[in-house]
């Protein structure tokens, strides 16, 4: 996690970097892929319309281990007709350490997504290009500015 001393700030010789919060990536996965192309082999005279969605949630696993799903869908139209729909929950286990736990949802809302991200999109350019589209390529995400927005509307 950034912002926090490494070892030898202030002079504990590293006593401080082992109570430092840490969040480690244990694994990651794709948990559900979807890909509809229903006008395939059809290409449009004119670029579909395309919206992206995204979301994320996170589950406790332990007292140690959360999982975060970041959830993606993909649409498309042309001429009010669908033209591909792709859904993609790709996931990830963490485990946070000497992490408060006021900044815990903080850490895996905002961290854990930005880890999870380019794997995520690589996998949706990869399918919509193995599916006869031009790959889409997803501009990066502020996961914070999400967190932040999410918050102010609770």
């Known amino acids: 996690m950034s912002g926090i001393p490494g070892p030898g700030v202030g002079g504990n010789n590293g006593a401080d970097a082992a109570l430092s919060p840490k969040m480690v990536v244990v694994s990651q996965y794709t948990k559900d ?9 059809a290409s449009p005279t004119a670029a579909p319309k395309v919206d992206l969605s995204v979301d ?12 975060v799903d970041l959830r993606m869908r993909v649409t498309a139209t042309h001429e009010d ?5 792709l859904e993609l929950v790709y996931s990830g286990v963490f485990r946070i350490q000497n992490c408060p736990e006021d900044m815990r949802r903080i850490v895996l809302m905002t961290e854990a997504p930005r880890y999870l ?5 690589r996998i ?5 290009r193995d599916g006869g589209m031009r790959p889409f390529l997803i501009d990066p995400i502020d996961f914070a500015s999400l967190y932040r927005e999410q918050v102010a509307g609770a």
């Open 33 to 41: 892929l979807s890909f509809e192309n229903p006008a395939a082999p």
């Open 56 to 67: 994320l949630q996170t589950r406790q696993l332990n007292e140690d281990f959360d999982e």
């Open 81 to 85: 007709k669908p033209f591909f729909l």
């Open 117 to 121: 991200f380019p794997f995520a999109r």
């Open 124 to 128: 949706i350019s990869d399918v919509m």
